[in-house]
């Protein structure tokens, strides 16, 4: 949430400012116990990953097996029962004693999901906050019951924009996916279709990578509204040495030069340019985003261009010393590709297609990984959109004014849909026509959706 709308909300509130070299210390303590399980676990982000532990479970197996060891994760397991690496007990302890390494390590508690796939693991994982844990057996019935009933919202990579346009299309809940699949098939890409029917099997990624090679490297810093330039400038100044000592110290160099500028009506923009040759240099990095910048405030005239965010970033990036130079991520080989056996999609769809139940036994013709990959990751919370309208005082939402009967959730709901771009520009913009931007994939905006959408059905 905005901090300016956090002060509207409650004006009496303190910010805190955050602590980032503190949460890297401890993000680092965190992987150092990840690393145990996975050496080449992939991060995303200070406070998740995902971690494929199945080498670590055959592995641990074997030592107990040959009675190298006494370990007390197999206390009360049968010791032929475990020879099988995902039997649900003993994942589930060798899961439950990495979360007890984490909190013992850094007083912080931690969730994890167990399942076969990427996408699986993400959603179990938040079944159980703050401090659990959730095993999704690796068998296709267990799969589609448990993800049919789901909200589209759970799947990460589904936010507000792409949850209003299947929301307007009568797609709530992911088996809904699989029932509106021609409407889908009409109006999305087929990339986007392609995904939604995976999703509804519940097929997602089993390719884990340790890192990748970086393409950009930026910085950028959010304040209260600027609309004079030479505040502007001065905020570019520190954003351009930030940016040339942070690529100087990493031995990167680069052709291609933007800023991402947000207004006060939380309008985005972002400009580029691009220099014959690769620099780090800060002359250079301010020369041109300065250059970005003015033209920028010209095309506005006579209007005035008013930022609450202003940030500077190199791409095209390539080494400008060291080789041995890498980026924040520490030095790890990458992820084999892990074989999958699911069939393409066409041949599950295509495969007794007589049968309308997904549900029934015969109708997909796939494995999950054949039981092959365990996942567990952390993250945040999703809100679920199928809760009961509640009863309670009534309350003017401080971003539209609207008067709200409710408890708190229900306020902190309709807070949430009015924290939407659209509502926020109409209520800091009155006089300026709402505008809903595309997605910078080329997705269409949801009113265009929305008029496409009548056309068409």
């Given at each position: 949430m905005p901090g300016f709308i956090g002060k509207k909300l409650c004006p009496?509130?303190?910010i805190v400012s955050g602590s980032y070299e503190k949460y890297k210390s401890v993000s680092k303590q965190v992987r150092e116990v990840f690393k145990e399980y996975d050496p080449v676990f992939s991060p995303m982000g200070l406070d998740e990953a995902y971690i494929n532990i199945t080498q670590h479970l055959k592995t641990r197996i074997q030592q107990y097996i040959d009675g190298n060891t006494a370990d007390p994760v197999f206390e009360n397991l049968d010791v032929h029962s475990v020879e099988q690496y995902w039997d649900r007990e003993l994942v589930?302890?060798?899961?439950?004693e990495m979360r007890r390494k984490v909190q013992d390590t850094t007083q912080l508690t931690a969730s994890a999901g167990i399942a076969v796939n990427t996408m699986l693991a993400k959603i179990c994982s938040d079944m159980n906050k703050p401090n659990g844990q959730f095993f999704l057996p690796p068998v296709r019935e267990k799969v589609i019951d448990f993800i049919r009933n789901l909200s589209v919202r759970k799947v990460c990579g589904i936010g507000k924009v792409t949850e209003e346009m299947l929301k307007y299309l009568g797609i709530v809940k992911i088996q809904e996916l699989y029932e509106k699949r021609a409407q889908l098939k009409i109006l999305m890409t087929d990339c986007s279709f392609q995904h939604f029917l995976r999703i509804f099997l519940g097929l997602g990624s089993t390719e884990l990578e340790a890192k990748s090679d970086r393409k950009s490297r930026s910085t950028e810093r959010t304040f209260p509204e600027v609309s004079k330039p030479e505040k502007m400038y001065e905020i570019l100044e520190k954003l351009s040495s930030e940016l040339s000592e942070d690529l100087q110290k990493k031995k990167f160099a680069g052709c291609t030069i933007g800023i991402k500028l947000k207004t006060v009506e939380f309008e985005i923009k972002t400009r580029v340019m691009t220099v014959g040759t690769p620099t780090n240099d800060y002359k250079d990095i301010l020369s041109c985003s300065r250059a970005l910048l003015d033209k920028e405030i010209a095309l506005l005239k006579p209007d005035t261009l008013?930022?609450?965010?202003?940030?500077?970033?190199?791409?095209?990036l390539g080494q400008g010393g060291d080789e041995n130079q890498t980026d924040v991520s520490e030095n790890r080989p990458k992820r084999r590709k892990l074989q999958s056996n699911a069939p393409s999609l066409i041949d599950m769809f295509s495969h007794n297609s007589n049968s309308c139940d997904p549900s029934s036994s015969n109708h997909f013709d796939f494995n999950f990984q054949s039981k092959e990959e365990i996942g567990t990751l952390t993250f945040r919370n999703s809100l679920s959109q199928d809760r009961p309208e509640s009863t309670g005082p009534t309350s003017s939402c401080p971003i539209c004014s609207q008067m709200i009967k409710g408890d708190n959730d229900t306020i902190n709901r309709h807070i949430d849909s009015c924290l939407n771009k659209r509502y926020i520009r109409d209520e800091l913009s009155p006089c300026k026509p709402a505008v809903v931007?595309?997605?910078k994939q080329g997705q269409l905006s949801i009113q265009s959706f929305c008029t496409k959408a009548?056309?068409?059905l």
């Open positions: 009496g509130l303190k589930e302890n060798v899961v439950r008013k930022l609450r965010l202003m940030g500077v970033r190199v791409s095209g931007p595309a997605d009548k056309k068409l």
